[in-house]
């Protein structure tokens, strides 16, 4: 299968979030999987939580024994990227592992700065 043919089967269950949308979902989880290096570079969204993409789904297993606090497996996690196609990826996989709102960010951040839309400056130490 080709990466484009999984990336199109990994859409087809989500109800991606267009960049002006993000901020009427006040209690969603956004969760960064952008590198280090990119956040430095380019910024953040406020609020939004940095997770190293190699340990995603162990930190938002809703019953896991490794999941980060604050969230339950009815939260709406949105997944952020460069531009919106690891995010895709990484929000199919959330979604079997017990997190049925789990989607991404439709564009990515790039998409997100390119909006005008509020950006943090300071990189927050990713969840590891």
């Not at 080709?2 to 990336?7: D, M, P, V, W």
């Not at 995010?87 to 790039?110: E, I, M």
């Amino acid at each position: 299968m080709s990466a484009e043919r999984l990336l199109e089967e990994s859409r087809r269950d989500l109800v991606r979030v267009e960049p002006h949308e993000l901020a009427g979902l006040p209690d969603a989880l956004v969760v960064d999987i952008r590198p280090h290096h990119d956040r430095a570079a380019e910024g953040e969204i406020p609020g939004s939580i940095p997770i190293e993409r190699i340990v995603l789904e162990w930190r938002l297993d809703p019953t896991g024994d490794h999941r980060i606090p604050g969230f339950t497996a009815d939260t709406t996690v949105v997944v952020v990227c460069n531009e919106g196609y690891a995010s895709s990826l990484a929000a199919r996989d959330l979604q079997r592992v017990g997190l049925p709102n789990a989607t991404d960010l439709a564009g990515g951040f790039r998409a997100y700065a390119a909006a005008n839309l509020p950006i943090t400056r300071t990189p927050t130490p990713p969840i590891t």
